[in-house]
């Protein structure tokens, strides 16, 4: 059975996606991947489909099902590397990528994941400054 | 044709293989990867092989290639993820991968080609710092 490598770089998990998905693979990719996150407490994952020429209503819920997993476990995901023709395929067949952020490349992929995180990180500070005036 | 996907992250281009290398494939990426390099100026190529469960002579020689056209680019060439029994086959197998140099993970390549760029700043400066002396 074939299996999907996964890259970890700093605090983010790479996985590019080159191969046919079969039921198989998917699963274990899945699997892999939610074990890497909590083995490596990684918060993003970049999952790249350069090499996909069509993306189906399979591919589609894995990837979707990925970001679930995903966020779950405390990870943002964002799919780079998408063609323009499976972008117009997507739309034209009426599929939407639920719950999945969208970069044009790895690099943008990595600054979104560092900006979410960042504004994440802001928002706890903005709860504990608004604590204070909240108590009285 | 398929054709194996170049990633950018900062100064570094990596390749992840996953596919059965076709003499059409390897040649593909030699071509993109040169292409490439030359575009993004480049100093560094990560070759990622975790996928692959062998390696023989034909993807040997191809990694060679690969590094002997980066070297002429000005890239270093970085292979990682080897497996164990794909080490071990290879030593069996009396290949050597020739001009290749070889890093654990992604990360450790990254930092091997950072080191080594470090370095050849280093003797730049020794040269410029050996000249006044060389001089009189």
């Known amino acids: 059975m074939e299996r999907v490598p996964i890259l970890k770089i700093g605090d983010i998990l790479l996985v590019s996606i080159q191969v046919d998905m079969s039921d198989q693979t998917a699963i274990q990719l899945q699997e892999d991947l939610a074990e890497r996150i909590v083995a490596t407490g990684c918060h993003g994952v970049i999952i790249d489909i350069t090499a ?9 819920r894995m990837l979707s099902t990925i970001a679930s997993i995903s966020k779950v476990l405390d990870a943002e ?40 995180r960042a504004d994440d990180g802001d928002v706890a500070f903005d709860d504990e400054d608004a604590d204070p005036t909240a108590t009285p």
Chains 1, 2 share one sequence.
């Open 52 to 60: 996909l020429d069509i993306v189906d209503s399979f591919v589609g």
């Open 77 to 116: 995901t964002v799919v780079v590397g998408m063609r323009p023709a499976v972008a117009i395929t997507l739309v034209e067949l009426g599929l939407s990528l639920n719950g999945i952020r969208t970069a044009l490349n790895v690099e943008r992929g990595m600054e979104l994941i560092a900006a979410t």
